[in-house]
């Protein structure tokens, strides 16, 4: 009879399991696009079956953004954006007693907890200061076209694809225009890069004198704090904020450990034809699809939002100012959790374009103009589930076909792992700008 605690021998010697063992394989390597994507769509999926909405970010950011106004005397709840019938509601309680709030905490603290456990945290100032500039305004950009949209790469793409909101395609539609004049704009002379000579590995010249064990420590406290905080929730009669911010926990880890950067996923596209992450997100996109058909079905009502103007036009400013930013929500969140400053910048301006659109809704006359004179349509409650279903699916595989056409570094696709991304690529974008 076989060891129980044996999983395997490597060249004659047991192989034990453990808890250290799961640890790194987890935190010292980067998990391949795949397998990050699809435990995104899994809670995607658990998080819409339970507590009945979808992974988002931008719309907490803007009630975050109008308290913080509220701090200097400013109050915005009497703004058209922040009220129930042409926006998002007014700013009542914290980010703490708001599952959405709860979700966005959790992703920063799931990412942090990532990126310190695994030794990736490291102060990271760009040489060229005009990088500093280049954030915040790409992330104005960003936040205003997230919130014009009514979404932002989650919102208004990966969760509402599959929820069969027209608004996604159209968001998306504007996305892909968007990436593509943001990739010409970062590679003109005055914004791209100039080459760096390093005389030696960071790790080699930075010499800190701290010990190599503070940051993994640093990064279980930070963990311990996120699971500790979930059980007040739960122990305090509070399920939905325990799950949400479980889930926004979850999230963050698994986009700081995968890279997931929906930047990446259309820049690289124009750039350097890199295909890895755009198949990646569309096969998971896939699975969130059948899973939020498998909700619906049961009984849990999708969300939609106006499909027009807004949404196209929208996606297009995001798309445009999260390449010049040099990454979307989630990749300036978690790479602003491993300390690149220049993302710290992109949520700066995010915050603060999630602000001046608020204003801009009445003021400006954007909602008069973009949202109102367009409805919210589900295809899921014009055609039915079924053949909404198929549509979806089938758009989404012509985005995975265009993305693979566009590699030309990619053989025939073998076997299933291989269709889907799950296999490593041998070389990978970091999504870095």
Not at 113 to 133: N, T
Not at 139 to 154: D, K, S
Request: charged letters at 15%; glycine letters at 16%; proline letters at 5%.
């Amino acid at each position: 009879m076989s060891n129980p605690t044996t999983a395997s021998t490597t060249e004659g010697r047991p192989t034990r399991l453990s808890l250290g063992r799961l640890a790194r394989r987890i935190f010292t390597t980067h998990w391949p696009y795949g397998r990050a994507a699809l435990l995104l769509a899994v809670l995607n999926i658990a998080l819409f079956a339970s507590l009945g909405f979808a992974w988002g970010v931008t719309t907490e950011f803007t009630r975050m953004s109008g308290q913080a106004l509220a701090v200097v005397g400013i109050d915005v709840n009497d703004w058209l954006y922040f009220s129930k019938e042409a926006g998002i509601g007014p700013t009542k309680g914290d980010p703490w007693t708001r599952p959405s709030g709860l979700i966005v905490l959790g992703m920063f603290g799931g990412a942090l907890a990532g990126a310190l456990i695994s030794g990736d945290w490291r102060l990271r100032v760009p040489p060229q200061r005009r990088r500093l500039v280049q954030g915040f305004v790409g992330g104005v950009l960003g936040g205003f076209g997230a919130r014009l949209a009514l979404g932002c790469n989650l919102g208004a793409f990966f969760s509402a694809i599959p929820q069969f909101s027209l608004h996604g395609w159209l968001f998306m539609v504007g996305l892909v225009g968007g990436t593509w004049l943001g990739s010409k704009i970062v590679l003109h002379p005055l914004l791209a890069a100039r080459p760096e000579l390093l005389l030696a590995p960071p790790a080699a010249t930075a010499r800190s004198g701290r010990p190599a064990w503070l940051k993994p420590a640093l990064g279980v406290a930070v963990a311990a704090i996120v699971l500790g905080a979930v059980g007040v929730y739960l122990l305090g009669g509070e399920p939905r904020l325990a799950a949400a911010l479980a889930a926004g926990a979850g999230f963050g880890l698994a986009v700081e450990r995968g890279r997931i950067c929906f930047t990446a996923a259309f820049r690289d596209l124009w750039i350097t034809r890199q295909s890895h992450l755009s198949r990646a997100l569309a096969g998971a996109m896939v699975v969130a699809s059948l899973g939020f058909a498998v909700a619906i079905a049961t009984g849990v009502a999708p969300k939609s939002e106006s499909a027009g103007l807004g949404a196209l036009l929208g996606g297009a400013i995001f798309g445009v100012g999260i390449v010049v930013a040099g990454g979307c929500e989630t990749g300036w969140m978690y790479r602003a959790s491993q300390g690149y400053v220049q993302l710290w910048m992109a949520g700066l301006g995010t915050f603060v374009g999630t602000i001046v659109l608020a204003y801009a809704w009445d003021a400006w006359g954007l909602y008069d103009a973009l949202v109102r004179p367009f409805r919210p349509v589900n295809l899921a409650a014009e055609l039915g589930l079924p053949l909404a279903l198929g549509l979806t699916l089938l758009g989404l595989g012509l985005w995975y076909v265009f993305a693979r056409l566009r590699d030309p570094g990619l053989g025939p696709a073998r076997g299933l792992r291989g269709i889907l991304g799950l296999r490593r690529p041998t070389e990978l974008s970091t999504g870095e700008a």
